[in-house]
């Protein structure tokens, strides 16, 4: 049973940073991808925010490029976000996602190659 949760969400003001964390039980296959997504505040679509492949390949959204950054902890099996200079647009419900394929980088940040979510955690900047 495959169970990915989200920590390190809170409030923030802009400019600030955030850290956040997906524990992941369960997974054990050698070839990954994973990434985080983000609903928006009022917004019905999930936005590709980071993706990471278990070759280290990564990949970002537009909107986070140079400020966010995507990293994992082989040993402990924890997927990181590390969000800089935070602004209220970034605000939402960040999600952690994984799946046992290896794919492409281009297509890291498409929501809908990921078998496995986490239930989210909010990030809220004012």
């Known amino acids: 049973h495959v169970q990915l949760v989200e920590s390190g969400g809170g409030s923030v003001q802009a400019g600030g940073s955030l850290r956040l964390s997906c524990a992941v039980e369960?997974?054990?296959?050698?070839?990954?991808?994973m990434a985080w997504f983000r609903r928006g505040t009022g917004r019905r679509a999930r936005e590709g925010v980071a993706g990471f492949r278990n070759d280290g390949q990564t990949s970002y959204g537009d909107s986070v490029q140079g400020r966010f950054v995507i990293s994992r902890d082989n040993a402990q099996n924890i997927l990181y976000l590390q969000m800089n200079d935070l602004r209220p647009e970034d605000s939402g419900m960040y999600y952690c996602?994984?799946?046992?394929?290896?794919?492409?980088?281009?297509?890291?940040?498409?929501?809908?190659?990921?078998?496995?979510w986490g239930q989210g955690t909010q990030v809220t900047v004012s």
């Open positions: 996602a994984a799946d046992a394929q290896y794919w492409p980088s281009t297509s890291l940040l498409r929501e809908n190659l990921y078998a496995y």
């Open positions: 369960g997974f054990t296959s050698r070839s990954f991808s």
